[in-house]
């Protein structure tokens, strides 16, 4: 069974400072991992892929992947209210499957 | 670009229907990816297709089918309503099969 997890929440950071979401997969075959906001009653929306170890930034943004420890994070620097959404973790395990397996999301808040 | 959509974005019906809902990829996207959120369960695969192909399913009920068409657009069935199906149902598009995937707003179920 592939599991992603995450923990729920919610996280609570004051605004300006680093929230850190974090995410464990559970297969080493994974491929790709991606993060995705969902502000309430929206649909997910795409801030983040990463495919190789190491740090991939993009703006304000920071994505962590750690394959050996099957670990992927994401770092949110000089967080806004507008922030404040659930971030879902996705992976994709490859092979001939594209779809991707999310974990349940963290809740974050910043608070002004 | 133009981004995904789905049809209808609201829905209600009664148990023991059926309903159909539609999907239109990116431009140029050929895969897509069927999802179901409820608040319980999160974001579970339903199923994926790429050029006209069903690759991959989730482990649902086989009152859940879909199918795509050759402009890559794609629509999926429910027959035989039941409460449970009341969800959030996400179709996402991507390039390829590993490849990012985007969101459309989703189309909101509710089964009476």
């Known amino acids: 069974q592939k599991e992603v997890e995450q923990n729920s929440g919610p996280l609570s950071v004051p605004e300006g400072a680093i929230a850190s979401l974090n995410c464990t997969y559970s297969?080493?075959?994974?491929?790709?991992f991606f993060w995705y906001r969902q502000y309430s009653g929206k649909s997910p929306e795409l801030i983040m892929s990463?495919?190789?170890?190491g740090d991939k930034e993009d703006g304000r943004f920071t994505a962590q992947l750690n394959k050996a420890s099957q670990y992927v994070s994401l770092l949110i620097r000089d967080s806004q209210p507008s922030d404040s959404a659930t971030y879902l973790c996705?992976?994709?395990?490859?092979?001939?499957?594209?779809?991707?397996?999310f974990g349940k999301g963290t809740k974050l808040s910043v608070k002004p | 670009k133009a981004g995904v959509t789905q049809t209808p974005r609201y829905l209600i019906k009664t148990r023991g229907q059926q309903v159909t809902l539609s999907c239109s990829p990116i431009?140029?996207?050929?895969?897509v990816s069927w999802y179901q959120q409820t608040p319980g369960q999160g974001l579970q695969f339903l199923f994926e297709?790429?050029?006209?192909?069903?690759?991959n399913k989730g482990n649902f009920p086989g009152r859940f089918s879909g199918r795509q068409f050759s402009n890559s657009r794609s629509e999926m069935n429910v027959s035989t309503l039941e409460l449970g199906d009341s969800a959030l149902y996400l179709c996402?598009?991507?390039?390829?099969?590993?490849?990012?995937?985007?969101f459309g707003p989703g189309t909101r179920l509710t089964v009476t």
């Open positions: 996402a598009s991507s390039f390829g099969l590993q490849y990012e995937q985007y």
């Open positions: 297969d080493r075959v994974s491929q790709s």
């Open positions: 990463i495919y190789s170890n």
């Open positions: 996705a992976v994709n395990y490859g092979g001939s499957q594209g779809n991707l397996i």
């Open positions: 431009s140029g996207h050929r895969s």
């Open positions: 297709y790429f050029s006209e192909t069903q690759r």
